[in-house]
C-alpha cells in the first residue's frame, strides 16, 4: 500500500502539468474536409501530450452563406469566454474573418492564424495578439513547368468551387498570370453537373486548372474520375492533394505543415513569447504528383525532370 501511495506522488506532478495549458481550434470549416483534417494532424502530432486540446468547427464550406458564418463566429467567441484557452489556433480564412477581426483585435487573447490564402490585408493582420502562417500555391512553379510540358501557353481555365476562398486564390493566379502572358478564365460552379460542363467546355483553352471541389456538396468521386478519363484531351493541374485523382500534374500545398507550425507558435507563446514578436510566414513546401492514366490518354508526356521527381496517382483511387 506505502509502495503504491509513493508511486501516486511521484506520478501526481506529470499528471497535473499534462494539460496545464488549454488550447482552442476553431476551424473555419468541417471535419472530414481534406485540408482541415491534414491542418488537424499537424497540430495534434505537436501538441500531443502538452496541451488540453478543445476544436470547435465553423463549418462555412459546407455552410455558405454570411448569417451561418457570422452565428458560428458568435458561438465560438462565446466558447473562448467559457473555455478560457492560453492560446486559439484559427485555421482558415474565415475564422480569421468572422471571429478575430470583429471581436479579438489586440484583446488579451493570443491567435495563431493558419491556412488563410495569400494575404491578411483584409484582416489588418499583424494584431498585437496576431501571428500566423499564409497559404500560398505554387502557382508561378506550376505555370513553368506548364510551359515546360506543352509548350506555349496563352489561355488557360480555372474551374473551382463557388466560394470566397477560390474568388481570392483565382484573382491572384489571374493577376500572376497575365504578367506572364497568360489569360485565365475563372469558373466556378455549385454543382457536380455545373462542374462536369465547365470541364467540357475548358477543354478548348491551352490548360485547365482544376481548384478546390470542397463547396460543390453533391460532388461524387467515382463520376468525376470516370468523366476526366472519358474526356481528358488537355493538360490539367492542381494545387490540392485530393484533386490529383482528376488532374494530370500537381504541385500541392501540405496542410500538415500548417498545423505544424501554428502548434510549434501556440507553444512558443505558452513559454511567454508574445505572438507580436512572431513574424507572419508563408508556407515553404510542396509535393509533385503525376496522373499517368490521364497523362496517357490525353497523349501528354510530361518532362524527365518531373517523370523523375513527382509521385505517381495510385490508379485506384
Same mark, same amino acid.
Given at each position: 500500500?506505502?509502495?503504491?501511495?509513493?508511486?501516486?506522488?511521484?506520478?501526481?506532478?506529470?499528471?497535473?502539468?499534462? =494539460?496545464?495549458?488549454?488550447?482552442?481550434? +476553431?476551424? &473555419? $470549416?468541417?471535419?472530414? #474536409?481534406?485540408?482541415?483534417? !491534414?491542418?488537424?494532424?499537424?497540430?495534434?502530432?505537436?501538441?500531443?501530450?502538452?496541451?488540453?486540446?478543445?476544436?470547435?468547427?465553423?463549418?462555412?464550406?459546407?455552410?455558405?452563406?454570411?448569417?451561418?458564418?457570422?452565428?458560428?463566429?458568435?458561438?465560438?467567441?462565446?466558447?473562448?469566454?467559457?473555455?478560457?484557452?492560453?492560446?486559439?489556433?484559427?485555421?482558415?480564412?474565415?475564422?480569421?474573418?468572422?471571429?478575430?477581426?470583429?471581436?479579438?483585435?489586440?484583446?488579451?487573447?493570443?491567435?495563431? =492564424?493558419?491556412?488563410?490564402?495569400?494575404? +491578411?490585408? &483584409? $484582416?489588418?493582420?499583424? #494584431?498585437?495578439?496576431?501571428? !500566423?502562417?499564409?497559404?500560398?500555391?505554387?502557382?508561378?512553379?506550376?505555370?513553368?513547368?506548364?510551359?515546360?510540358?506543352?509548350?506555349?501557353?496563352?489561355?488557360?481555365?480555372?474551374?473551382?468551387?463557388?466560394?470566397?476562398?477560390?474568388?481570392?486564390?483565382?484573382?491572384?493566379?489571374?493577376?500572376?498570370?497575365?504578367?506572364?502572358?497568360?489569360?485565365?478564365?475563372?469558373?466556378?460552379?455549385?454543382?457536380?453537373?455545373?462542374?462536369?460542363?465547365?470541364?467540357?467546355?475548358?477543354?478548348?483553352?491551352? =490548360?485547365?486548372?482544376?481548384?478546390?471541389?470542397?463547396?460543390?456538396?453533391?460532388?461524387?468521386?467515382?463520376?468525376?474520375?470516370?468523366?476526366?478519363?472519358?474526356?481528358?484531351?488537355?493538360?490539367?493541374?492542381?494545387?490540392?492533394?485530393?484533386?490529383?485523382?482528376?488532374?494530370?500534374?500537381?504541385?500541392?500545398?501540405?496542410?500538415?505543415?500548417?498545423?505544424?507550425?501554428?502548434?510549434?507558435?501556440?507553444?512558443?507563446?505558452?513559454?511567454?513569447?508574445?505572438?507580436?514578436?512572431?513574424?507572419?510566414?508563408?508556407?515553404?513546401?510542396?509535393?509533385?504528383?503525376?496522373?499517368?492514366?490521364?497523362?496517357?490518354?490525353?497523349?501528354?508526356?510530361?518532362?524527365?525532370?518531373?517523370?523523375?521527381?513527382?509521385?505517381?496517382?495510385?490508379?485506384?483511387?
Amino acid at each position: 500500500m506505502k509502495i503504491r501511495i509513493i508511486l501516486f506522488l511521484l506520478l501526481l506532478p506529470f499528471t497535473a502539468n499534462a =494539460f496545464a495549458y488549454k488550447c482552442l481550434l +476553431v476551424s &473555419s $470549416y468541417h471535419a472530414g #474536409y481534406e485540408w482541415s483534417d !491534414g491542418i488537424e494532424r499537424g497540430i495534434d502530432s505537436t501538441l500531443n501530450g502538452k496541451c488540453e486540446v478543445k476544436k470547435f468547427y465553423m463549418d462555412t464550406k459546407r455552410n455558405k452563406d454570411r448569417a451561418s458564418a457570422e452565428q458560428k463566429a458568435i458561438e465560438a467567441k462565446a466558447l473562448i469566454e467559457s473555455f478560457q484557452p492560453d492560446v486559439v489556433i484559427a485555421a482558415d480564412d474565415n475564422a480569421s474573418k468572422y471571429l478575430i477581426k470583429p471581436y479579438f483585435k489586440d484583446t488579451d487573447v493570443p491567435f495563431v =492564424f493558419c491556412g488563410v490564402n495569400w494575404t +491578411v490585408k &483584409s $484582416y489588418g493582420f499583424p #494584431y498585437s495578439n496576431v501571428t !500566423g502562417m499564409i497559404e500560398v500555391s505554387a502557382i508561378k512553379p506550376l505555370l513553368k513547368e506548364v510551359t515546360n510540358t506543352i509548350g506555349v501557353v496563352k489561355r488557360g481555365v480555372f474551374l473551382a468551387a463557388d466560394v470566397p476562398t477560390q474568388h481570392k486564390e483565382f484573382a491572384r493566379t489571374a493577376e500572376t498570370y497575365k504578367k506572364l502572358g497568360v489569360e485565365m478564365s475563372g469558373v466556378f460552379v455549385d454543382t457536380f453537373d455545373q462542374w462536369q460542363q465547365a470541364y467540357r467546355r475548358a477543354q478548348s483553352a491551352d =490548360f485547365i486548372y482544376i481548384s478546390n471541389n470542397a463547396g460543390i456538396n453533391d460532388w461524387d468521386k467515382d463520376r468525376a474520375l470516370r468523366y476526366a478519363r472519358d474526356h481528358a484531351k488537355k493538360l490539367t493541374v492542381t494545387t490540392y492533394e485530393w484533386m490529383t485523382p482528376f488532374t494530370m500534374f500537381a504541385m500541392t500545398k501540405i496542410a500538415e505543415e500548417q498545423g505544424e507550425w501554428a502548434a510549434q507558435v501556440a507553444l512558443k507563446i505558452l513559454s511567454g513569447e508574445s505572438p507580436a514578436s512572431i513574424p507572419i510566414v508563408a508556407n515553404r513546401r510542396w509535393r509533385m504528383y503525376a496522373n499517368e492514366i490521364l497523362l496517357h490518354k490525353a497523349k501528354i508526356t510530361l518532362p524527365g525532370h518531373l517523370q523523375h521527381k513527382a509521385i505517381k496517382v495510385p490508379a485506384r483511387q
